[in-house]
T-cell receptor, first 112, second 114 residues
Framework: SQQGEEDPQALSIQEGENATMNCSYK?????LQWYRQNSGRGLVHLIL?????REKHSGRLRVTLDTSKKSSSLLITASRAADTASYFC????????????FGKGITLSVRP | DTAVSQTPKYLVTQMGNDKSIKCEQN?????MYWYKQDSKKFLKIMFS???????INETVPNRFSPKSPDKAHLNLHINSLELGDSAVYFC?????????????FGPGTRLTVT
């Protein structure tokens, strides 16, 4: 079964609002990564958080990781229309080489 | 300059045909991957090569055969195409097989089997 499951499946917000997306996983991980996919394009890496980290920031992105609950959240602050995309979490298991297991993704729509 | 490129971008073919998708990366990475993304956007790894050697081979029909002539190229050949093979196929690369590496994705090849 899938390792990562994102929630909600779709999110629609107004420009300027914050967007919070959640990811849950089933087994112990080495790290968790978030990727963005614009329509008709390939995935772009956003941020990686290691299993011993609890929070990480990159520009308007904030990622948290709670290994006890096996969950992560991605917060995009002050959203822009250009943030409209699908967002995926991907988990890397310990000792699994570089294999990533992706969730089904969250479709974010930011209304101008 | 494009980091990970794939050709063709679109591929429309009939059931039973054989087709290939090519992938090249100019990042100097050692590891390359093929993923399949279905119509519900579920992305699943198919294969991974490290320095021309196969390291990940998920449960994929043996009609799919990857080939890596050198570490900058990873091609995907598909025999006897079926309707269920319709999907977007992504090539990706990473620096090596380390678990902390981010992956760089190509633009995808949309395969439609009729």
């Amino acid at each position: 079964s899938q390792q990562g499951e994102e929630d909600p499946q779709a999110l629609s917000i107004q420009e300027g609002e914050n967007a919070t997306m959640n990811c849950s996983y089933k087994t112990s991980i080495n790290n968790l990564q978030w990727y963005r996919q614009n329509s008709g394009r390939g995935l772009v890496h956003l941020i990686l958080i290691r299993s011993n980290e609890r929070e990480k920031h990159s520009g308007r992105l904030r990622v948290t990781l709670d290994t006890s609950k096996k969950s992560s959240s991605l917060l995009i602050t002050a959203s822009r229309a250009a943030d409209t995309a699908s967002y995926f979490c991907a988990t890397a298991l310990t000792g699994a080489n570089s294999k990533l297991t992706f969730g089904k993704g969250i479709t974010l729509s930011v209304r101008p | 300059d494009t980091a990970v490129s794939q050709t063709p971008k679109y591929l429309v073919t009939q059931m039973g045909n054989d087709k290939s998708i090519k992938c090249e990366q100019n990042l100097g990475h050692d590891t390359m991957y093929w993923y399949k993304q279905d119509s519900k956007k579920f992305l699943k790894i198919m294969f991974s090569y490290n320095n021309k050697e196969l390291i990940i081979n998920e449960t994929v029909p043996n009609r799919f055969s990857p080939k890596s002539p050198d570490k900058a190229h990873l091609n995907l050949h598909i025999n006897s195409l079926e309707l269920g093979d319709s999907a977007v196929y992504f090539c990706a690369s990473s620096q090596d097989t380390g678990t902390y590496n981010e992956q760089y994705f190509g633009p995808g090849t949309r395969l439609t089997v009729t």
